[in-house]
């Protein structure tokens, strides 16, 4: 059964302290690995897709990364509006459908 | 582009009572999803549509059925509401890579 873990569940960061959240996933043929970002009241928001081990995907503070097992994605120098769960989702080789973790929050204090 | 939306926003039904919950898109996409997300559940499929007049049970598919109207439209309808299907539903839409999300219908039912 695919299955994807996040830790760690919630994440609390002072302004300007980095951090990793990890995204570890079981599946049979990934097609894909996703990252979204998620803000209270509102709708997943795209930010990455990666495909293939020693893959590498950056936008502003963010850096995601892929292992055959693992996924991790890294905030620089966090700032408080980059406050929010973030959720990782596999795809396997066949179907469109997308398995995803339980997220993680994360909350930057100023 | 308005990208995915849905209506309505909120909606609060009694048990028994029947509803149909409307989604969007205008970015040429093929398939569409539904999902419902639940504290400590995370986000999980409920049905999902391919293409134009192809619809595929998802993880959680009791007690809904869907309709794709068209290539825009994909509707979710619960035909006999229980407390159960108090949660908050995603439509979602994807062309290749990567599913582009609405910003949700929060349902209780009482």
């Known amino acids: 059964e695919d299955q994807v873990t996040q830790s760690p569940e919630a994440l609390r960061l002072q302004e300007g302290e980095s951090s990793s959240l990890n995204c570890s996933y079981t599946v049979s043929g990934l097609r894909g690995l996703f990252w979204y970002r998620q803000d209270p009241g509102k709708g997943p928001e795209f930010l990455f897709t990666?495909?293939?081990a020693g893959e590498e995907k950056e936008k502003e503070r963010l850096k995601a990364t892929l292992t055959k097992k693992e996924s991790f994605l890294h905030i620089t120098a966090p700032k408080p509006e980059d406050s929010a769960t973030y959720l990782c989702?596999?795809?396997?080789?066949?179907?469109?459908?997308?398995?995803f973790g339980g997220g993680t929050r994360v909350l930057v204090k100023p | 582009n308005a990208g995915v939306t849905q209506t309505p926003k909120f909606q609060v039904l009694k048990t028994g009572q029947s509803m149909t919950l409307q989604c969007a898109q205008d970015?040429?996409?093929?398939?569409m999803y539904w999902y419902r997300q639940d504290p400590g559940m995370g986000l999980r499929l409920i049905y999902y549509?391919?293409?134009?007049?192809?619809?595929d049970k998802g993880e959680v598919p009791n007690g809904y059925n869907v309709s794709r109207l068209n290539k825009r439209e994909f509707s979710l309808r619960l035909e006999s509401a229980a407390p159960s299907q108090t949660s908050v539903y995603f439509c979602?839409?994807?062309?290749?890579?990567?599913?582009?999300f609405g910003p949700g219908t929060r349902l209780t039912v009482l």
């Open positions: 989702a596999v795809k396997k080789a066949a179907g469109n459908k997308l398995t």
């Open positions: 970015m040429n996409h093929n398939s």
């Open positions: 549509s391919a293409s134009e007049g192809t619809t």
């Open positions: 979602a839409s994807s062309r290749t890579e990567g599913q582009f």
């Open positions: 990666l495909y293939s």
